[in-house]
């Protein structure tokens, strides 16, 4: 099983429907995180969270919110979606540690298409 | 603005040569830099890293190296072969990075020919 699991990994919605994302990780890893990848624009981070009791706000949170069920899970919602959160998601996980270290490294999920039409 | 650019959407080398990828960086708080390759239908994943105390950092057939005056760094593949065409993403992270997560640039794709 892989070490970063994201369901579903391929979604088809209408705009005004809500979605959710979701991610769950084995690698013990405090760190989770949620990117979005767009054409010509790499990786953008959404939300991120440290703890369980931590979230927060990445570069481009307006229209979505995050919610860390358990050290394991973090899941991503789209309250109501629109067709430019058409887009490749990615869920990471790091172990963390702050300071320029290998403890810095993603791992990162196989990734979740969503389509809004 | 992007923190972290990759200037070169795409690069295209025979196989048996050197492949070198680039990119720039604008925040002089980085300190840790690292790449990615990703292939379709895949997640990134992590290749190498160089720490900002280093100016360069080799792994096989991979080696970066970091331009701290110029805030650039490079990705060298030597010898490229066709198993690494895939899409290469350039990150960097702040010291004591506290509250931040890695900034990524927009990626360069690599096609190697055989």
């Known amino acids: 099983d892989a070490d970063v699991t994201q369901t579903p990994r391929n979604r088809i919605t209408k705009t005004g429907k809500r979605i959710m994302l979701e991610c769950s990780q084995t690698?013990?890893?405090?760190?989770m995180y949620w990117y979005r990848q767009d054409p010509g624009l790499g990786l953008r981070l959404i939300y991120y969270?440290?703890?369980?009791?931590?979230?927060n706000k990445g570069e481009i949170s307006d229209g979505y919110s995050v919610s860390r069920q358990a050290q394991a899970k973090f899941s991503l919602s789209l309250e109501s979606a629109i067709p430019n959160q058409t887009a490749l998601y990615f869920c990471?996980?790091?172990?963390?540690?702050?300071?320029?270290?290998?403890?810095?490294?993603?791992?990162f999920g196989a990734g979740s298409r969503l389509t809004v039409l | 603005d992007q923190q972290v650019k990759q200037n070169s959407p795409s690069l295209s080398v025979q196989e048996g040569r050197i492949s070198i990828l680039n990119c720039d960086y604008t925040?002089?708080?980085?300190?840790?830099f690292l790449w990615y390759k990703k292939y379709p239908a895949e997640g990134p994943t992590f290749l190498i890293s160089?720490?900002?105390?280093?100016d360069k950092n080799e792994d096989g057939r991979f080696t970066v190296f970091l331009n701290k005056s110029a805030k650039h760094l490079s990705l060298h593949i030597v010898p490229s072969q066709p198993g690494d065409s895939a899409v290469y993403f350039c990150?960097?992270?702040?010291?004591?990075?506290?509250?931040?997560?890695?900034?990524f640039g927009s990626g360069t794709r690599l096609q190697v020919q055989p």
């Open positions: 990471a996980t790091s172990l963390g540690g702050g300071g320029n270290s290998g403890a810095n490294v993603l791992t």
């Open positions: 690698k013990g890893h405090d760190r």
């Open positions: 969270s440290f703890d369980v009791k931590d979230i």
């Open positions: 925040n002089s708080m980085f300190d840790y």
């Open positions: 160089i720490s900002s105390i280093k």
């Open positions: 990150a960097a992270s702040a010291m004591d990075t506290g509250r931040r997560a890695l900034t």
